[in-house]
């Protein structure tokens, strides 16, 4: 019996009742933790010190904290814009400082990225888990408690739930916990009712898993703001990486990508070759691919637009896909019948009697139909509504009865008036959970039904595992490009996305090695790893390509594209030498020679090896000089479409430059040197008044105002 409480708070008291205290919590990670909840029962327990509780989760999602005076005058009013009323996580504050109490502990196996460096509780407690293995994980270490945000919509009266943003490792969960409930273990679900989440149906709407659910909450204080990731800046070098990605996508394919800048480029690029096809390859012309990446877009993926369209399948629905779902370039439908799959890749299909002979060749109907042939067949919209067995006949509209037999010639004419126009349950995305800027949930929210049936929100091993419905996940992802993102990759073709070489957690492993996995297991699939070649730190580049790494996420020996911004790396199946020479290829030519004699001083090079000619010109010149030549409409700063005004984005651009450009402590140097140099107030008044700059009161402020000056002429915006 599913109680329906309107406060936290009791539903606090009946979890601590149940479970005698000794709470083991599990919660989705991202979006979907009810935080109303969590905060009520972590306030309860760190004021009664006889009470027990474990927190097991990931992605616990914090605003953007600001390193300095600066960055909390940008920041301030932004947040208070875009969060307003979002309630934060308490338990994170307490994680970031180390002051948990000491009878409340964290588990997380995803961090939000380089948000817990300096948090030596979660770096002790964190667990490292490849995502489709976090179920078993969480039921080994014995919760009793799971608790997660739902949608709510009423149908006719009647009140439906959905797990909406976050199925993806509670429907894999379930299961495992109703097996313990059933033995005669002490469990409780809470689900705590959103109003603004944007119900997701299909598998995601929690209909046989009700009963399951102890507790539906609806506290009136736990609507606020959902949890938003503003679209970031995408920079000159983030368009190349994905620029080049992009034409690695195969027309017809299954694609899966991240989120962030990286991914936004690519998804951007995608739309240019989709949209302005013209413009797209004048681009690619302007930067003249080499021969050997030339044959490799022609044999793995193209520059033309997208004629048969795409299917996503991402662990991840971010902004970028469901853009990519409006543009009409992910449209690609898969079904979840095998049959009806296998006819649908051999060429697109329509209801018909064609159709149903075809079904019947591949035995997955018979000549009689059976009740559950018929539901079927209804499902995917081959029968219309109009059409019910009873005993041996085939009842039809307009009280239309005969015999239930597909070879007789007068059924197989009686039944085109109950065959559908078109196929019905077709999904051109599935997804495990999503996150995203505010648009993108309104726009979740704003889509009819139908539009919103085509994406299936689903289980996790059902998306990042190739096990289990193998059969027809080979068939539903054909050249599937799995696209994820790495901040250091190694010349021998290993990569690194989760842990910096001192040992400390960035973020986590999540779904990235599945993938990888699952691209060497599928016909026709690869693994594209995007990364920037070289970053800025104080005021000195370096590179991201690195000889050796004491710590990788992808091992070497599931090595197969990496993209950088000056081209494609092709490992799969090479030997050292070769993966060696195709890194020093893409790598930044700042940086190729001493990575080159690295390689040779290692005995992995050969002696008498140098770098080709036209592969020496690798620098951030040449990225300017061909988006010169493209113009600036090529590489847009917020591709799809940002929270920040004309002014925030201005500043963003001069923040980012003081950020880059010097360390913490040469930080007043600078601004001493700005204080006094004369700048010009009035071309950035806008600027320094949205900072509070536009008068200075004081000695600080002063110098403030100067060194923002100097880093607004620096980034060349003047109006």
Same mark, same amino acid.
């Given at each position: 019996m599913t109680d329906l409480l309107h406060s936290a708070e009791q539903a606090v008291d009946i979890v601590i009742e149940r479970t005698g205290g000794d709470i083991r919590l599990a919660m989705p990670l991202g979006l979907g933790k009810p935080n109303r909840f969590v905060n009520a029962l972590y306030r309860r327990v760190a004021d009664d010190r006889s009470l027990k509780l474990e927190i097991y989760t990931a992605l616990s999602l914090g605003k953007p904290g600001a390193g300095s005076d600066l960055e909390k005058r940008f920041l301030s009013p932004f947040l208070q814009r875009v969060f307003d009323d979002y309630e934060e996580l308490d338990y994170l504050k307490a994680v970031k400082h180390d002051q948990l109490p000491?009878?409340?502990?964290? &588990? =997380?196996f995803f961090f939000q990225p380089g948000s817990l460096l300096g948090s030596r509780s979660a770096q002790r407690h964190y667990i490292s888990s490849n995502y489709t293995h976090v179920a078993r994980d969480l039921n080994a270490r014995g919760i009793n408690v799971v608790a997660q945000m739902l949608a709510h919509r009423q149908v006719d009266g009647k009140d439906h739930y959905s797990f909406s943003c976050n199925p993806e490792v509670t429907l894999d969960l379930m299961p495992l916990l109703k097996a313990r409930r059933d033995a005669g273990e002490t469990l409780v679900a809470v689900g705590q009712i959103h109003r603004e989440l944007p119900f997701m149906a299909n598998d995601a709407e929690v209909g046989e898993w009700l009963p399951e659910m102890d507790l539906l909450v609806d506290d009136p204080q736990g609507h606020g703001r959902l949890f938003s990731t503003p679209n970031m800046p995408v920079s000159q070098q983030d368009h190349f990486v994905g620029l080049h990605a992009s034409t690695l996508v195969r027309d017809g394919g299954t694609l899966q990508i991240g989120i962030g800048a990286l991914g936004d480029a690519l998804v951007h690029h995608t739309r240019l070759r989709d949209q302005d096809n013209e413009h797209y390859r004048n681009i690619l012309q302007a930067w003249s691919l080499p021969a050997d990446q030339q044959a490799l877009m022609e044999r793995e993926g193209g520059d033309a637009s997208f004629r048969d369209g795409l299917y996503g399948c991402s662990e991840m629905m971010t902004h970028g896909l469901l853009t990519l779902i409006d543009d009409g370039i992910i449209r690609r439908p898969v079904y979840d019948w095998l049959p009806l799959q296998e006819l649908e890749m051999r060429e697109p299909v329509k209801p018909g009697l064609a159709l149903l002979d075809a079904l019947r060749e591949l035995g997955a109907i018979n000549r009689r139909l059976d009740r559950a042939q018929i539901r079927t067949l209804k499902r995917f919209g081959i029968f219309t509504g109009g059409i019910r067995k009873q005993g041996d006949a085939l009842h039809l509209p307009n009280e239309v009865s005969v015999a239930n037999d597909l070879d007789d010639r007068v059924t197989r004419e009686a039944l085109k008036a109950v065959l559908g126009n078109e196929l019905a349950g077709g999904v051109v995305m599935h997804g495990g959970f999503f996150l995203g800027p505010t648009a993108f949930y309104q726009r979740l929210r704003d889509m009819s039904d139908? =539009?919103?049936d085509r994406i299936n929100m689903t289980h996790i091993s059902f998306?990042?595992? @190739? &096990?289990?419905? =193998?059969? #027809?996940? $080979? #068939?539903?992802?054909?050249?599937?490009r799995f696209i994820n993102t790495a901040f250091t990759a190694t010349l021998l073709g290993a990569a690194v996305a989760d842990q910096l070489d001192d040992g400390r957690v960035l973020s986590g492993?999540?779904?990235?090695?599945?993938?990888?996995s699952q691209a060497h297991e599928l016909e026709g699939a690869r693994s594209i790893l995007m990364l920037r070649a070289w970053r800025e730190r104080a005021g000195e580049a370096c590179s991201n390509i690195v000889f050796s790494y004491p710590h990788n996420t992808i091992p070497r020996h599931l090595r197969d594209m990496v993209v950088t911004e000056y081209g494609v790396a092709d490992l799969r199946g090479k030997t050292d030498e070769e993966v060696i020479i195709a890194? @020093?290829?893409?790598?930044?030519?700042?940086?190729?020679?001493? @990575?080159? =004699?690295?390689?040779?001083?290692?005995?992995? @090079? $050969? $002696?008498?090896?140098q770098i080709a000619e036209a592969r020496r010109h690798n620098t951030p010149a040449r990225l300017d000089e061909v988006a010169r030549r493209c113009g600036e409409q090529s590489f847009p700063r917020f591709p799809l479409g940002t929270d920040f005004d004309d002014t925030e984005q201005q500043l963003m651009e001069a923040l980012t430059w003081l950020k880059e450009k010097v360390s913490h402590k040469e930080y007043l140097q600078l601004g001493r040197k700005a204080l006094f140099r004369e700048g010009s107030e009035a071309a950035f008044q806008p600027a320094l008044a949205r900072m509070g700059l536009d008068k200075t009161g004081n000695l600080r402020e002063r110098l403030y105002q100067r060194l923002l000056l100097t880093a607004l002429e620096s980034t060349n915006h003047h109006k």
């Open positions: 000491g009878n409340i502990a964290v &588990y =997380e139908a =539009e919103r998306i990042n595992h @190739l &096990y289990g419905d =193998e059969a #027809l996940k $080979r #068939l539903q992802r054909p050249h599937a492993v999540g779904g990235q090695y599945n993938f990888v890194m @020093l290829n893409i790598a930044d030519s700042r940086f190729q020679t001493e @990575l080159m =004699e690295q390689a040779k001083d290692a005995g992995k @090079l $050969r $002696r008498d090896f």
